[in-house]
């Protein structure tokens, strides 16, 4: 088995939001203006790209591990952004505010559920067997999550750096996959060899097309 390693680098400019205040929920999130960093890049390089081994590329059968995944509605905003998860895993979708939320969640332009989830409500408890859930509030519209689910484990999302790492990873040649929830996907052929690590680079310029997971669903916001 082996790793597989690389970057993200972005080479346009970044795209930077700010929502205006709104009062109705001061002093949660509303009482100042929300920074919402669509686009995260440092130095040149893409933070929240979900890289992984395309569906159906990988031989075998994976169960989805036992652990929860968690999303976290905190300071209103969906933490993390984007994660990875295996098909059928739990996910808890939470929220640590001290204000109503509601998750709104899409595959493509299908409502999958709409849940209104008070401060301090249980979490809700969801999994999902494919696809790319986008998750909103329709209260704070600027709020987004996502999360890829894939058919195996092998994937990982780049960190503030642009760097990830895919590890363990049967010996074999595999379409590679970056997607980003502003700039959507790149794909590379990569060969992975046991205990030597493969090296790939993705490179977004900033003028690809809001990908199809995100079409007309933003409202301007981006």
């Known amino acids: 088995k082996g790793t597989i390693k690389g970057v993200v680098k ?3 400019k970044p795209v930077e939001m700010k929502v205006p205040a709104a009062r109705k929920d ?4 509303q009482d100042k203006d929300v920074v ?9 390089k893409l ?6 081994i395309a569906v159906g590329g990988v031989q075998g059968s994976w169960k989805a591990p036992d652990a929860h995944a968690v999303v976290d509605q905190k300071d209103c905003m969906y933490e993390p952004r ?6 059928g895993q739990q ?3 939470k929220n640590s505010d001290r204000t109503l939320h509601n998750v709104h969640t899409y595959k493509g332009s299908e409502t999958l559920f709409n849940q209104a989830q008070p401060r301090g409500a249980d979490p809700l408890t969801k999994s999902w067997s494919d696809g790319i859930i986008k998750l909103t509030c329709d209260i704070h519209p600027w709020m987004r999550g996502f999360v890829v689910v894939t058919d195996h484990p092998f994937f990982a999302v780049s960190g503030g750096d642009g760097s990830f790492a895919i590890e363990k990873v049967p010996a074999g040649k595999y379409k590679l996959e970056a997607w980003h929830p502003r700039y959507g996907l ?3 052929d990569v060969t992975v060899a046991d205990d030597k690590p493969a090296q ?6 900033g003028t690809e097309a809001e990908p199809a997971e995100n079409k007309d669903e933003l409202k301007g916001l981006w």
């Open 10 to 12: 972005f080479t346009g």
């Open 36 to 44: 919402y960093n669509a686009v995260v890049v440092n130095d040149g």
């Open 91 to 93: 996910v808890d979708i």
């Open 26 to 29: 001061a002093p949660v999130c």
């Open 47 to 52: 933070k929240d790209t979900l890289v992984r």
């Open 186 to 188: 790149k794909t590379a």
């Open 200 to 205: 790939v680079t993705f490179t977004y310029a």
């Open 82 to 87: 984007i994660q990875g998860v295996v098909s």
